[in-house]
């Protein structure tokens, strides 16, 4: 069985409403990013319905962590909208990890430190996440790991379940460059 671990933001969750919130100037930074991650504001969020074939991997057992740079006290609408969009998630098997209220450090690398506490750079797990500052890290702290793009690397995970070939590459996955959430939390250490 794979090992996957799994961003929620823009590669499940399609976050871009509440994302225009973070483009207002006549609000001090700290309070847009509380805003956007208001619970309510969440549990909205639309499905990338791409990433539906996360379902066909939780049922057929396949190890899946989620890795969220949303604060912990988004916990329960972030478990309430994988439930409701993800019938086979389960809170006891597929563990959700999230960053501590208030902290407003780089989110690739928190990431590639809560990794460094769950594998060795020899294991073999997949990550995906939309964000080309966390990939890049996470590619460089685990040799092994294949680190995938959603756009393109959920298609590539559907069509190996279809084949029997459960090991994607990073090769299909390539996704154009864009700027990640990180300079934005960057500016509050």
Do not use: C
Request: negative net charge; glycine residues 8%.
């Amino acid at each position: 069985m794979g090992r996957y671990v799994v961003d929620i933001d823009m590669t499940l969750a399609n976050n871009q409403d509440r994302a225009e919130v973070l483009k207002r100037q006549d609000i001090p930074q700290s309070q847009r990013w509380g805003m956007f991650f208001e619970p309510g504001g969440v549990q909205k969020d639309l499905l990338i319905p791409e990433s539906l074939v996360l379902n066909k991997l939780m049922e057929g057992g396949h190890d899946i962590t989620f890795m969220t740079g949303r604060p912990e006290r988004t916990r329960e609408a972030t478990m309430n909208w994988l439930s409701k969009h993800f019938p086979n998630y389960s809170p006891e098997a597929h563990p959700i990890y999230m960053k501590e209220d208030g902290n407003f450090g780089a989110t690739s690398g928190w990431k590639a430190k809560k990794l460094k506490e769950l594998f060795t750079p020899e294991d073999d797990f997949t990550f995906i996440d939309d964000d080309d500052n966390n990939r890049n890290i996470v590619g460089e702290a685990f040799p092994t790991a294949t680190v995938l793009h959603p756009d393109g690397g959920w298609k590539q995970i559907s069509d190996g379940l279809a084949t029997g070939d459960e090991a994607p590459s990073e090769e299909a996955s390539e996704a154009p460059a864009e700027p990640g959430s990180d300079e934005v939390y960057d500016e509050f250490k």
